[in-house]
């Protein structure tokens, strides 16, 4: 059974940092574009980062850009998001996924056809 599975969310205050993780099992995903989205209570569904299966090309939403990098460990099969500088408006379930269409572009999540269940990463002003 494939799984990713995101850790790392809590409580943070503004200006501080959260790491996320994303352990995959069940099968390898290195050759897989990864991404972590993130959904506000209210809100769509939004794309926040995403790596290339080699970690040579990575992209952000202008909204993180310069705040977060996304990283990845293919030998631990595991995706990374480091948040820096929080905002009370990074406040959101995170969820990583791993790319497996590619009939549209990366910042659109239906492109990703494997998903974790979420972790809550909450920025308090």
């Known amino acids: 059974q494939v799984q990713l599975v995101e850790s790392g969310g809590g409580l943070a205050q503004a200006g501080g940092s959260l790491r996320l993780s994303c352990a995959a099992a069940?099968?390898?995903?290195?050759?897989?574009?990864m991404g972590w989205f993130r959904q506000a209570p209210g809100r769509e569904r939004e794309f926040v980062a995403a790596i290339t299966g080699s970690g040579s090309v990575t992209s952000y939403a202008d909204v993180v850009k310069g705040r977060f990098t996304i990283s990845r460990d293919n030998a631990k099969n595991t995706l990374y998001l480091q948040m820096n500088s929080l905002k009370p408006e990074d406040t959101a379930v995170y969820y990583c996924?791993?790319?497996?269409?590619?009939?549209?572009?990366?910042?659109?999540?239906?492109?990703?056809?494997?998903w974790g269940q979420g972790t809550q990463v909450t920025v308090s002003s």
């Open positions: 069940g099968r390898t995903f290195s050759s897989n574009t």
């Open positions: 996924a791993a790319r497996t269409y590619y009939s549209g572009t990366k910042y659109d999540g239906k492109q990703y056809g494997y």
